[in-house]
């Protein structure tokens, strides 16, 4: 199943806002997404970049956001814990929290991935979104994705 995913701050294979890369605020744009399925315990969000140099590059791991959610504010705190909306874990610049799209050239797409679990997840000290990806086996219900475009 499907859930549609949307942000305010930019169309679905359009332009990411400068506010929201390491060339302006570098802070996480509002996302929303449609009512989930019947189950629904907790969401995982990804955030990715295909087109990087070295191979897709990580900005963002969000995990246990929970299931009544439907959305995300802008400028998600960048800690472990953040009360409210979820727990986040390592991206691939070995931080926590957001990073922003940050193309050292060319346009870039950046993948916001939302998947709806039937589970809480308990991973081990500060996952990475490969962590997640094992630990959700089994227990996604319902997925959405939104892309956004930068260029440097």
């Not at 305010?8 to 509002?30: E, H, L, N």
């Not at 019947?38 to 140099?53: E, K, Q």
């Not at 990580?58 to 472990?80: D, K, Q």
């Not at 870039?108 to 630990?135: C, E, I, Q, S």
Request: proline share 9%.
């Amino acid at each position: 199943m499907t859930i549609e995913m949307t942000s305010p701050s930019f169309t679905q294979g359009g332009k990411i806002p400068g506010k929201f890369t390491c060339d302006g605020d570098d802070v996480s744009p509002a996302l929303q997404w449609s009512t989930p399925p019947t189950g629904v315990r907790s969401y995982v969000l990804i955030m990715d970049d295909p087109d990087a140099p070295m191979g897709t590059f990580v900005h963002w791991v969000l995990y246990n956001i929970p299931g009544e959610s439907t959305a995300l504010p802008e400028a998600v705190a960048r800690t472990r814990q953040v009360t409210g909306i979820g727990e986040q874990g390592i991206n691939s610049a070995r931080q926590t929290g957001y990073f922003g799209p940050c193309p050292p050239g060319g346009t870039h797409r950046y993948y916001f991935k939302l998947y709806a679990l039937d589970a809480r997840l308990a991973p081990a000290g500060n996952p990475t979104a490969a962590d997640l990806v094992k630990a959700m086996q089994g227990h996604i219900l319902a997925e959405a994705q939104l892309m956004g475009r930068y260029t440097r």
